[in-house]
């Protein structure tokens, strides 16, 4: 209540985030979970009045340019404008508690293709001790989406996992340790262009599934990512693709009517890039109903979002495809290419 009366009004996109008009068409946000709070003010003015009003019902703790926020180190550069996002010190806590913080050989990737088969020889591991590392990891993913399709993947085996699983899962750790300076960087010179890449792996899980994935970038680092198992059973990869094209066109209406409510101008439609030209040709024109019936509620969807003009479909080569690291294991070439167009250093 006190943020209402002191003007700032809930998005509906968010209830956590806050708005407030104030000079010019300039707006006060605010980000609220639990008792912090991080503000984005357009002036110094602005930022001292709302400390002024936030001290009259709480004590506060202010941080300036370099902020503590959930766990994550958000710093701005003066000179660059830059923004770097990490969780280093997060990080050095897993590492300490795992004795890897003086370890000399890393491996390049946080996992490799053997990541989906079983050992079905390996013993069980300490569940405890399990799902509490993957606690850690799922955690520490909000800063480093390199790691989040193999932790999510893991994560699926929390109630019996094995000794190999856990062994996976310290590599993940191994990895992490290896790269710990990593980071998010938001760049303040690259233009604001909100893009949704959505990819996905066929028959990736021996129950015949497969893997999607989705990332949102306003033109440098990401704001979000999701990497999630295909829950039906899809008959092609252009199937798969078309579950992550759905997927990523409902975060598209959320992002779109959350970046309006923000005032960002022109947001529709929203581009989702795609590197499947079937997929894309699927989603605009359909396709045959004998073939794709089982799939005509999402193939709908997404074309009552280009109908609507929310979104528009754009093919990427896969090479380019920064979504790929979240649907299965790659090389180091790939990853260290998706990580540098992510803008992740």
């Known amino acids: 209540g006190i943020l209402q009366r002191m003007g700032f009004t809930a998005t509906k996109a968010d209830k956590c985030l806050y708005v407030k008009k104030v000079d010019a068409g300039q707006q006060l946000i605010v980000s609220v979970h639990v008792d912090d709070m991080l503000l984005t003010a357009p002036s110094r003015r602005w930022q001292r009045w709302f400390e002024k009003s936030m001290e009259g019902h709480f004590k506060l703790v202010a941080q300036y340019d370099t902020v503590s926020y959930l766990g994550m180190m958000i710093r701005r550069d003066k000179t660059t404008g830059h923004i770097t996002v ?7 806590t897993i590492l300490k508690k795992l004795n890897l913080e003086k ?22 591991a300490d569940r405890a001790k399990y799902l509490s590392l993957v606690m850690s990891l799922m955690y520490l993913r909000f800063t480093r989406p390199d790691v989040l399709m193999p932790v999510s993947y893991l994560a699926t085996k929390c109630s019996k ?3 190999d699983d856990y062994t996976k899962l310290v590599r993940v750790v191994k990895y992490l340790a290896g790269t710990a300076g990593l980071g998010l960087v938001f760049k303040s010179d690259v233009p604001f262009r909100p893009i949704i890449s959505a990819d996905a792996s066929h028959l990736l899980y021996k129950d015949g599934h497969g893997q999607q994935g989705m990332v949102i970038t306003n033109g440098s680092a990401p704001v979000a990512y999701r990497s999630v198992k295909i829950k039906m059973v899809t008959r092609s990869s252009s199937e798969s693709e078309l579950c992550a094209l759905e997927d990523a066109s409902t975060y598209a209406v959320w992002y779109t009517a959350l970046l309006t409510e923000l005032g960002v101008k022109n947001v529709k439609p929203m581009t989702i890039l795609q590197d499947n030209k079937s997929t894309i040709i699927m989603a605009i024109q359909g396709a045959s109903f004998k073939r794709t019936k089982h799939l005509m509620g999402r193939q709908s969807y997404v074309r009552e979002r280009l109908k609507n003009k929310e979104i528009v479909l754009k093919y990427s080569p896969t090479k380019d495809m920064v979504a790929d690291l979240l649907t299965k ?3 180091k070439m790939v990853l260290l290419a998706l990580l540098e167009k992510l803008s992740i250093s």
């Open 86 to 92: 990490n969780q280093h010190g997060f990080l050095s």
């Open 103 to 124: 370890l000399q050989k890393y491996p390049k990737t946080p996992a490799t293709d053997d990541l989906l088969s079983v050992n079905a020889d390996s013993p069980p």
């Open 161 to 163: 996992p094995t000794e």
């Open 329 to 331: 294991p790659v090389t």
